[in-house]
């Protein structure tokens, strides 16, 4: 490691959360009604879509229309992906997906997956990406900080029976949120060097004086909304590496900063919501003291390198195999950290090449729950599940009274935080063992050994996690794996997020209470470590049998001189 790399990453990290707090303090106020610049367009929104924005929702009505919502956005995607051919802006006549891969592409961008089990620029449209692909990462995006803002109203106020509008939540949040940061994030790019056209290709004239059709698009849009709203999926089949989508090391800073900035600014916006701004601060911390060890950590493990090849004298220093070499290997693998601390499968380096313990932190982080910060929206829900968690197992260790912001935590909230925790542990090593026992999945495996079983757990892990990066080893399209790992990306999505709104409207109808002498304190240093300790036991350490067959055993193997 050098300290450039380091400062890189401190750099990083100051532009954020710098940007946390000015931001959260506007999300509160889009949550709270009271952003309205351009409320003209936004009535006409409620007008057109028959939309009262004045009626409030149950925890139940919440949850079934953004669950409605999901099927009908799936189903237009899926008809979009099958029936491209015949759709506008498709120049190259690119034919329509395949059943299965349709589902799984539908699966993925409804669920803010973002998996990719397809080459973009062989087998979907410019129309498929404009109408279809980018027009999710809105929504899904939206829809998840919307599922954010109804649990934070849950800490609001005293008996409250209602989270929201959901149909409201997610007009605003677009309207306010999403599109003006894209917009302006688009338009750096454009200005960088990423394209923004209706072309589908223009003729490349190469050094043996042939002609080679070179992809092009509307790539900046989407490459501003991938990132913002921790979606991933790029308009080329390297992602981030391309220099279409990443021109230069500016852009690659502008990238990593969009990756995280919401994870980061909600829970700032939930400290203003709660009217105590500590609370929204400890919950900061947590997510940045992990994401921050874990970008140290990767790139420690890639700057010290392949011991073998080292021996060897084939490498001097460093881990240079499968990263992007225009920025470096603290640039690389800080953007790789991001987008796995996040549910954003963006790549610019390959995790397949990583050294084992290189790409074991980043499945790690993944494991944790998608939680340093996570998704935009999911990532503060599911701390909010380990907050509760916590204060529990504080009050069971110190006979306190477990409460968090005045609101009794009792068994029906625990019974329900435990079924969102494990659950998603359940199916992610289920499906990848059930996987490794076929032999569709064995085959879908580019290595044996170690390596194998991470690639596949990797895989299971991302797309029930909803990130939708891949270790780059897994030929994902097969009928095992389409149609498995899109049930995964619908489960991780709302088999989680379903438990966490009925958390929301238990906690909202309960009386709010003065703190007391037995309240657990839940701001300061001491309730962060506990936070952090609950977050990598409950949410980490099952899968440390199957890490320690896969990654890590892999890193012992590498140092004794064997390798698969």
């Not at 919440?62 to 015949?86: E, G, K, P």
């Not at 954010?148 to 609001?156: H, K, N, Q, S």
């Not at 989407?222 to 080329?236: D, H, W, Y």
């Not at 891949?470 to 994902?476: D, K, P, T």
Request: contains cysteine.
């Amino acid at each position: 490691m050098t300290i450039h790399g380091l400062l890189y990453i401190a750099l990083v990290f100051a532009l954020v959360l710098g940007a946390a707090f000015p931001l959260g303090r506007y999300m509160a106020a889009i949550f709270e009604g009271r952003v309205a610049w351009l409320r003209p367009l936004e009535t006409g929104f409620y007008r057109l879509a028959g939309i009262d924005e004045a009626r409030q929702m149950s925890w139940q009505s919440y949850a079934i229309a953004l669950l409605l919502l999901s099927v009908i956005h799936f189903s237009l995607l899926y008809a979009i992906l099958r029936l491209q051919y015949y759709l506008p802006f498709n120049p190259l006549h690119i034919a329509g997906m395949s059943p299965r891969l349709a589902f799984n592409t539908a699966a993925s961008f409804t669920t803010n997956t973002n998996w990719q089990a397809y080459v973009p620029e062989q087998q979907i449209s410019n129309g498929a990406q404009m109408l279809g692909l980018c027009v999710h990462m809105f929504l899904s995006a939206a829809a998840g900080i919307a599922a954010a803002a109804a649990v934070m109203r849950a800490f609001t106020s005293s008996g409250l029976k209602t989270l929201g509008n959901f149909y409201t939540d997610l007009t605003r949040i677009t309207l306010y949120l999403l599109i003006p940061i894209t917009l302006i994030a688009a338009t750096l790019l454009v200005l960088a060097g990423s394209p923004e056209t209706f072309a589908q290709a223009i003729p490349l004239h190469t050094l043996q004086s042939g002609i080679q059709p070179l992809a092009i698009g509307p790539v900046a849009l989407q490459e501003a909304i991938k990132e913002l709203g921790t979606n991933g999926g790029g308009f080329f089949n390297a992602n981030s590496a391309h220099p279409f989508e990443n021109p230069n090391a500016w852009t690659n800073l502008l990238e990593t900063w969009l990756i995280l900035v919401i994870g980061f600014s909600l829970p700032i916006a939930f400290g203003h919501m709660v009217k105590d701004k500590p609370q929204g601060r400890t919950l900061m911390t947590a997510m940045a003291i992990i994401l921050a060890l874990g970008c140290v950590g990767t790139y420690a493990a890639e700057a010290a390198g392949n011991p073998q090849q080292i021996a060897a004298g084939v490498q001097a220093s460093g881990n240079w195999e499968g990263k992007e070499v225009r920025f470096g290997i603290p640039a690389s693998t800080t953007f790789n950290v991001a987008a796995t601390g996040t549910s954003t499968g963006a790549v610019d380096s390959f995790t397949d090449s990583y050294t084992p313990l290189g790409g074991a932190i980043p499945m790690f982080l993944m494991q944790l729950g998608e939680v340093t910060p996570g998704g935009v929206g999911s990532g503060f829900y599911t701390i909010i599940v380990f907050a509760l968690l916590s204060v529990f197992v504080a009050g069971l260790m110190v006979g306190r009274t477990p409460e968090y912001l005045g609101k009794k935590v009792q068994a029906k909230e625990i019974k329900l935080a435990m079924l969102a925790v494990l659950v998603v542990a359940i199916f992610i090593l289920c499906g990848a063992s059930l996987s490794l026992m076929t032999k569709s999945g064995l085959g879908s495996l580019e290595n044996a050994g170690p390596h194998g079983l991470s690639e596949m757990l990797y895989g299971w892990t991302s797309a029930t996690e909803n990130n939708g990066s891949a270790f780059a080893g897994l030929s994902a399209d097969t009928p095992l794996l389409d149609y498995g790992l899109g049930a995964a990306m619908l489960f991780g999505r709302f088999a989680f997020m379903i438990p966490i709104l009925a958390i929301a409207g238990s906690l909202a109808a309960k009386p709010k209470l003065a703190e007391s002498a037995g309240t657990f304190p839940t701001t300061g240093l001491l309730f962060t470590f506990l936070l952090i300790g609950v977050i990598i036991i409950l949410g980490g350490l099952q899968f440390m049998p199957a890490d320690t067959l896969g990654p890590i055993a892999e890193h012992f193997l590498l140092y004794a001189g064997k390798s698969f």
